[in-house]
């Protein structure tokens, strides 16, 4: 397991972060300014996958722009059947997907399946994932975005950000499914950063200029395996 736990970033504890004002507790402001931070050392467009009501997009939105934030829900009926029990009264509804944020010019909201978001053409360079937290969601949700980053789809340096990365859940909880993804999955492949105090975890490749992020064509196959989206 390759997951380094590293302190709060300076960086972060200095931003004056725009959040949407709501009773809702879902990532933390202090986890938002993480999120802003790291997406401030990226180029590029952004990309939220479940952008809930909106807040953390507004967040990002306000802090990056004039660059793009893309940002992935969905409302009934177009749901999953394979959500999480404990993440079914989530959904949002017309009236409050994206409420904080999806009137700002750079935002741009999509109604979808995360797992049938197209990275193509979109020069996205900071994706954060707090979509469907099953395992299977959440490996979805990030071998799409690899298989766009080992494509030349996106920009670098190229940041994936998860939310739920949990010390503390019952086992049986779905949200610990994001740090079993990432310590026995994905770190085998890529370090990943843990930033202690939040449920943030993150891996990024520097200016690999597009280039498989560094791996070799045989490897991205062993490590996307053949039933990902493969783009030609
Ligand atoms: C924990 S909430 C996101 C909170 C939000 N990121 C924030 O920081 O405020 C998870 C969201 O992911 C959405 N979601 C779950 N599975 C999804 C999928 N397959 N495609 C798109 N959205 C999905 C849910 O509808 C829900 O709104």
């Not at 900071?126 to 030349?152: P, Y």
Request: negative net charge.
């Amino acid at each position: 397991m390759n997951v380094t736990k590293i302190p709060y970033p300076p960086a972060a504890a200095n931003l004056n972060i725009f959040m949407g004002v709501d009773d809702d507790t879902k990532t933390r402001p202090d986890e938002v300014r993480v999120l802003c931070a790291l997406a401030a050392q990226t180029r590029g467009n952004l990309l939220e996958i479940g952008t809930n009501r909106g807040r953390t997009t507004r967040a990002l939105a306000k802090q990056s722009a004039p660059r793009l934030v893309y940002a992935v829900d969905f409302i009934p009926p177009v749901c999953e059947s394979a959500m999480a029990r404990e993440q079914v009264n989530e959904i949002p509804t017309m009236e409050t997907v994206c409420l904080h944020a999806r009137n700002l010019p750079n935002v741009h909201l999509s109604l979808l399946d995360s797992k049938t978001f197209d990275y193509a053409g979109k020069n996205i360079g900071f994706v954060f994932i707090d979509g469907n937290h099953t395992l299977e969601g959440v490996r979805a949700d990030t071998e799409l975005a690899l298989a766009a980053m080992r494509d030349g789809q996106t920009a670098f340096p190229f940041i994936i950000a998860w939310h739920d990365y949990y010390d503390d859940r019952p086992v049986d909880s779905c949200f610990v499914r994001v740090r079993q993804y990432l310590d026995e999955t994905f770190s085998e492949h890529w370090p990943v950063k843990h930033v202690t105090g939040t449920a943030v975890a993150y891996a990024e490749w520097p200016a690999a200029g597009g280039d498989e992020g560094g791996k070799a064509g045989a490897e991205w196959e062993w490590v996307l395996g053949p039933s990902s989206r493969v783009v030609a």
